[in-house]
């Protein structure tokens, strides 16, 4: 009887010592989300409605003159016109070349299929200025090294490509939008179940009947999920029509707000761009809504279930000669504009390919950008910036996703929905809400106040890749802890994390390469003492510095695959093997 007690004794300590730090805890995440995502939406609704000139808190006056301004004026169903189409054009060709590749890899016998899927992952990590600035030394019409060639070549009078057209933006954001399409498509078509493709042969069916008729129409609720999620992500684009639209004459909303919020001469317009803000989250949130119909809709096509099946991919023949020429064509689109950086940065100046210009060739521009002292700064500037940002994503992601996937009452949920809030709200609407919330704050002007923008930015990715990861993890081990004595932050360290180490991992490198590569937070919060090497590369793109561009523009593209490359090649020869 004497050993009772002392059985008893540590578990409800235990479990007193549980309850009181969740019950800490809790309140303190959903406080601290608040802060983080909804007090911006706060103060952008309020700048909507200042009068002209006005900050946030400097008066109390309410007015409807900025939305009469931005939506009395005919060209802004132009704005919004041109944003659906750049949006929905760079979708739907991203998503048909992304489609045919992922056919390719995951369902044929095509050769080299590890390799191809490490060329997409690590063409994820290259920034979508690389894209841009490559394309406008390719297809620029008065010296573009692709039209001077072609013309030349053809005997044509005029260039036959402009750069500068809606066209062409929407073919370069295709394909930049593909490796992350290949990426969400490739669970889709690798988990088909062959025996549906057995029925149609058994009926007569050969292959292309067998793919239109069954396989189609199973696959099309997960294409459009993946539509929907990408065209979410479009109508917020902002680094490539910044670098093209303006010039082409077609301005879109995320451009345009910046161009309202941070002017090259005269006064901010907070309230007009605050305005056209709303107008932006509210065409975000209703594609965020058709998404959520889309991925209800695709429950219903589940065709994998419990019992086990290998996929048999489909022989090729001779036909993998035109796949593999397809893949070339692809991969050759990808590489050409990064091939035009690399050589633009070894001249002094911006020159088209000859034999007198491979003279001219030097490293000059490199030791130039590695000894600036502005860059040096720009990149310690980053190395602060991506690793706090991901560090700090990632500790607040692991806890809060716990609460809401271990916990079931009404305040957990909510943590959950503003968790996911982000995901809704376009990153320069975002930019311009957290600029006026800390305007007259110290950290206005700091590299913190980047950090704590990319943070609320990243929150609704962690969040959805940890939940995903602990759902899979059963309660019980957390449990058999506790009954050891451990605390509910022990079992988070010695347990949890262990177990979750891979994701959090993944994700942790994704947000990585996202924060280096993220121009519109950087730019519309930057000042003379935050700069980072995104801003950097703007800068001296604007002032038409293009040679030392090109050469931090490959530095930095150079230091992201050095982080992601190895991890992801390592994750794609397992997943092969495993597959």
Same mark, same amino acid.
């Not at 260039?159 to 954001?173: E, K």
């Given at each position: 009887?004497?050993?009772?007690?002392?059985?008893?004794?540590? &578990?409800?300590?235990?479990?007193?010592?549980?309850?009181?730090?969740?019950?800490?805890?809790?309140?303190?995440?959903?406080?601290?989300?608040?802060?983080?995502?909804?007090?911006?939406?706060?103060?952008?609704?309020?700048?909507?409605?200042?009068?002209? *000139?006005?900050?946030?808190?400097?008066?109390?006056?309410?007015?409807?003159?900025?939305?009469?301004?931005?939506?009395?004026?005919?060209?802004?169903?132009?704005?919004?016109?041109?944003?659906?189409?750049?949006?929905?054009? +760079?979708?739907?060709?991203?998503?048909?070349?992304?489609?045919?590749?992922?056919?390719?890899? $995951?369902?044929?016998?095509?050769?080299?299929?590890?390799?191809?899927?490490?060329?997409?992952?690590? +063409? #994820?990590?290259?920034?979508?200025?690389?894209?841009?600035?490559?394309?406008?030394?390719?297809?620029?019409?008065?010296?573009?090294?692709?039209?001077?060639?072609?013309?030349?070549?053809?005997?044509?009078?005029?260039?036959?490509?402009?750069?500068?057209?809606?066209?062409?933006?929407?073919?370069?954001?295709?394909? $930049?939008?593909?490796?992350?399409?290949?990426?969400?498509? +490739?669970?889709? =078509?690798?988990?088909?179940?062959?025996?549906? $493709?057995?029925?149609?042969?058994?009926?007569?069916?050969?292959?292309?009947?067998?793919?239109?008729?069954?396989?189609?129409?199973?696959?099309?609720?997960?294409?459009?999920? &993946?539509? #929907?999620?990408?065209?979410?992500?479009?109508?917020?684009?902002?680094?490539?029509?910044?670098?093209?639209?303006?010039?082409?004459?077609?301005?879109?909303?995320?451009?345009?707000?910046?161009?309202?919020?941070?002017?090259? *001469?005269?006064?901010?317009?907070?309230?007009?761009?605050?305005?056209?803000?709303?107008?932006?989250?509210?065409?975000?949130?209703?594609?965020?809504? &058709?998404?959520?119909?889309?991925?209800?809709?695709?429950?219903?096509?589940?065709? /994998?279930?419990?019992?086990?099946?290998?996929?048999?991919?489909? $022989?090729? *023949?001779?036909?993998?000669?035109?796949?593999?020429?397809?893949?070339?064509?692809?991969?050759?689109?990808?590489?050409?504009?990064?091939?035009?950086?690399?050589?633009?940065?070894?001249?002094?100046?911006?020159?088209?390919?000859?034999?007198?210009?491979?003279?001219?060739?030097?490293?000059?521009?490199?030791?130039?950008?590695?000894? +600036?002292?502005?860059?040096?700064?720009?990149?310690?500037?980053?190395?602060?910036?991506? =690793?706090?940002?991901?560090?700090?994503?990632?500790?607040?992601?692991?806890? #809060?996703?716990?609460?809401?996937?271990?916990?079931?009452?009404?305040?957990?949920?909510?943590?959950?929905?503003?968790?996911?809030?982000?995901?809704?709200?376009?990153?320069?609407?975002?930019?311009?809400?957290?600029?006026?919330?800390?305007?007259?704050?110290?950290?206005?002007?700091?590299?913190?106040?980047?950090?704590?923008?990319?943070?609320?930015?990243?929150?609704? =990715? *962690?969040?959805?890749?940890?939940?995903?990861?602990?759902?899979?993890?059963?309660?019980?081990?957390?449990?058999?802890?506790?009954?050891?004595?451990?605390?509910?932050?022990?079992?988070?360290?010695?347990?949890?994390?262990?177990?979750?180490?891979?994701?959090?991992?993944?994700?942790?490198?994704?947000?990585?390469?996202?924060?280096?590569?993220?121009?519109?937070?950087?730019?519309?919060?930057? @000042?003379?003492?935050? /700069? &980072?090497?995104?801003?950097?590369?703007?800068?001296?793109? @604007?002032?038409?510095?293009?040679?030392?561009? @090109?050469?931090?523009?490959?530095?930095?593209?150079?230091?992201?695959?050095?982080?992601?490359?190895?991890?992801?090649?390592?994750?794609?020869?397992?997943?092969?093997?495993?597959?």
């Amino acid at each position: 009887m004497e050993t009772i007690p002392v059985t008893r004794k540590p &578990v409800v300590t235990v479990r007193t010592s549980l309850l009181t730090q969740q019950q800490i805890l809790l309140p303190l995440l959903v406080l601290l989300a608040a802060i983080l995502v909804i007090a911006p939406l706060i103060i952008l609704l309020r700048s909507s409605l200042l009068p002209a *000139g006005e900050l946030p808190f400097d008066t109390l006056t309410l007015t409807l003159q900025n939305f009469a301004v931005a939506y009395g004026d005919p060209a802004t169903l132009k704005l919004f016109f041109n944003t659906v189409c750049y949006a929905g054009g +760079s979708v739907i060709l991203g998503l048909m070349v992304a489609s045919l590749l992922t056919w390719l890899v $995951e369902r044929t016998d095509m050769p080299f299929r590890t390799a191809i899927k490490v060329l997409m992952f690590a +063409s #994820m990590t290259i920034p979508p200025l690389a894209y841009a600035f490559g394309w406008v030394l390719l297809l620029n019409p008065n010296n573009g090294a692709l039209n001077v060639w072609l013309k030349n070549l053809l005997g044509l009078d005029q260039n036959p490509f402009d750069v500068y057209t809606l066209a062409i933006m929407i073919f370069i954001s295709a394909t $930049e939008l593909v490796p992350t399409m290949f990426v969400m498509l +490739s669970g889709l =078509f690798r988990n088909m179940d062959p025996q549906l $493709e057995k029925a149609g042969a058994v009926c007569g069916a050969n292959y292309l009947k067998t793919a239109r008729y069954i396989m189609l129409p199973l696959l099309t609720p997960g294409l459009l999920s &993946v539509a #929907m999620y990408m065209l979410m992500i479009m109508v917020q684009a902002f680094e490539i029509p910044l670098v093209l639209g303006l010039t082409a004459g077609v301005p879109v909303l995320s451009a345009y707000i910046y161009l309202l919020s941070s002017p090259e *001469g005269g006064t901010p317009k907070y309230g007009l761009a605050a305005a056209f803000g709303i107008g932006l989250l509210v065409l975000a949130l209703l594609l965020m809504i &058709v998404y959520f119909v889309a991925t209800r809709t695709a429950e219903r096509f589940r065709v /994998v279930t419990g019992k086990a099946f290998r996929p048999k991919r489909f $022989e090729l *023949g001779s036909g993998r000669y035109a796949a593999m020429i397809f893949i070339l064509l692809y991969f050759g689109v990808m590489i050409a504009p990064l091939l035009a950086l690399v050589w633009t940065s070894l001249l002094p100046f911006y020159q088209l390919p000859s034999a007198m210009a491979l003279s001219r060739i030097s490293f000059s521009n490199y030791r130039t950008m590695i000894n +600036s002292t502005k860059v040096q700064q720009a990149i310690l500037n980053t190395f602060i910036l991506v =690793f706090s940002t991901a560090t700090l994503a990632m500790l607040l992601s692991a806890i #809060m996703s716990w609460f809401a996937v271990r916990k079931k009452g009404k305040v957990a949920r909510f943590l959950d929905m503003i968790t996911f809030a982000p995901m809704a709200i376009p990153r320069i609407v975002m930019a311009v809400a957290i600029l006026l919330l800390y305007i007259r704050t110290p950290l206005y002007g700091t590299i913190w106040i980047i950090v704590l923008a990319q943070v609320t930015a990243y929150l609704a =990715f *962690g969040t959805r890749t940890v939940n995903g990861a602990l759902m899979q993890i059963h309660p019980e081990l957390e449990n058999a802890a506790t009954a050891c004595g451990a605390t509910w932050l022990t079992t988070l360290r010695k347990i949890l994390l262990p177990l979750l180490w891979p994701h959090f991992l993944t994700a942790w490198l994704w947000i990585v390469a996202h924060s280096m590569r993220d121009l519109t937070l950087a730019l519309t919060l930057m @000042s003379a003492d935050n /700069v &980072v090497l995104s801003s950097t590369l703007w800068v001296l793109w @604007s002032f038409g510095d293009i040679p030392r561009a @090109s050469a931090l523009l490959m530095l930095m593209v150079v230091g992201l695959l050095l982080i992601v490359l190895p991890i992801q090649l390592y994750a794609a020869r397992r997943a092969e093997t495993q597959g």
